[in-house]
């Protein structure tokens, strides 16, 4: 009796043991069930705000000559006001907060509210024709919730907000790899094995109730884009270096405006902010007039149409829809750039295609968006990932990966930071003052 009682303690004591274990599963788990939950909702709403605004310009086109300046300037003003810290992306805030140690500080960036202001900002964004994505918005919206429930418990989890943005990306584009790809080669910069079955957990769960919700699809439909013989060889060449040295020139400009403090008219746009912005919401409403409308908005339908060979946005698409994003950006509204960027990169194969005619479009618009994009970032594992996961591409993996990385290399002779890194920067320095 007595070495029954005996052993029924230690069970006791070991699960008491364990306990701090199991509340840590339960938070990862939790938080990516919540994050996949948010996603899907954040989706389902963006689309809803995109519908809000065919219906607006439905009416007359010429509405968002009031509109669009009318809707950046409000939302500069908003953002300014009451949610600082959910200009942009939402990523570089992601990044920063990895490297604060103080909770006060890191609520700053990831605080609930600031989460909802986030979705909102987004969402208003979008209804004003701003060309901007939810994805890194909800990078920074999935990292809120993960720290939330960290501080709730008491606890601050290794990988917690690592996960939280994994498992956001996974959701958003129903990509679980490139999550986790993205989680190391973009968020992290340094992933500590001990803690990676907790971070790929996060993402499984987002991953399923995104699955559970939406079904199984693939971002951008399906692909048949295949190599055909050296000219997609040549047409890979050319690809990554005219997509890189673009993208790098983009997130150079975008560096340039958040970060230089030398030149002094740089400086007076920011002391007048809501002008401003409401200067490019003027911008990017002619842009738009210009071309139909295409500009508008992520750019999901075009670059679908694109690839699939079903919608023609027009020759100059791509580098239209480049300037609405870059003036979009640099407005300071809340706004992710990767489905913009995406269709900024489908667009500019739309007209390399026409360098290669014995190679199918769809090849060509596919390795356009992987040589823009990975221009961008500067990020070439995530890049070709995700856009072989959101097309079911399969057939073009080497192609893509010799796109990626020689966009790499072209995108660092302009911009030699990576962008979400360089801008993470203004976040720590805010966070270092505060706290001196």
């Not at 010429?62 to 939402?90: C, D, I, K, N, Y």
């Not at 993205?182 to 340094?190: D, K, M, N, P, V």
Request: glycine fraction near 14%; charge should be positive; hydrophobic fraction near 50%.
């Amino acid at each position: 009796m007595a070495t029954g009682l005996t052993g029924w303690r230690r069970r006791v004591r070991r699960q008491l043991f364990l306990w701090p274990r199991w509340r840590q599963q339960a938070v990862f788990w939790g938080g990516g069930a919540l994050i996949g939950v948010v996603a899907v909702v954040f989706a389902k709403l963006a689309d809803g705000s995109h519908r809000l605004l065919q219906v607006m310009t439905g009416w007359s086109p010429w509405v968002m000559l009031a509109l669009a300046p009318l809707g950046f300037a409000l939302l500069a003003f908003v953002t300014e006001r009451f949610f600082q810290g959910s200009q942009g992306s939402g990523i570089p805030q992601a990044i920063a907060a990895r490297q604060i140690g103080s909770p006060a500080r890191r609520r700053d960036l990831l605080g609930l509210r600031l989460a909802l202001g986030k979705i909102g900002l987004t969402l208003l964004g979008i209804a004003s024709g701003a060309s901007i994505g939810r994805e890194g918005p909800t990078v920074q919206v999935g990292a809120s919730i993960m720290h939330e429930l960290g501080q709730t418990g008491g606890r601050r989890y290794e990988g917690l907000l690592l996960a939280g943005g994994a498992a956001a990306i996974a959701a958003a584009f129903n990509t679980p790899i490139a999550g986790v790809v993205f989680a190391i080669e973009e968020l992290g910069r340094s992933f500590q094995q001990r803690n990676s079955w907790l971070v790929f957990s996060c993402v499984i769960v987002a991953g399923l109730v995104s699955l559970a919700l939406l079904g199984d699809y693939t971002y951008f439909g399906q692909s048949h884009a295949a190599p055909a013989g050296a000219a997609t060889w040549l047409a890979v060449g050319v690809s990554g270096l005219i997509g890189g040295l673009l993208g790098g020139g983009f997130s150079r400009l975008v560096i340039l405006f958040a970060l230089d403090e030398r030149r002094a008219w740089l400086a007076g746009l920011r002391r007048h902010q809501v002008a401003f912005a409401a200067m490019c919401g003027l911008l990017v409403a002619v842009l738009g007039l210009l071309t139909g409308g295409a500009t508008y908005g992520t750019g999901y339908e075009q670059a679908r149409g694109l690839l699939e060979g079903t919608a023609d946005p027009g020759f100059w698409y791509g580098p239209a829809k480049l300037a609405a994003t870059l003036v979009s950006t640099v407005s300071g509204l809340p706004g992710g750039i990767f489905s913009p960027s995406l269709s900024v990169g489908a667009g500019l194969g739309q007209q390399l295609s026409l360098l290669f005619p014995t190679v199918p479009p769809a090849t060509i618009v596919l390795i356009g968006m992987t040589g823009y994009f990975a221009g961008v970032v500067q990020a070439p594992l995530t890049t070709v990932v995700i856009v072989l996961e959101m097309t079911a591409g399969t057939a073009m993996t080497v192609p893509l990966m010799t796109t990626a990385i020689l966009a790499l290399g072209a995108s660092r002779l302009v911009c030699p930071q990576p962008i979400y890194h360089a801008l993470s920067r203004r976040y720590l320095s805010n966070a270092a003052e505060r706290n001196s």
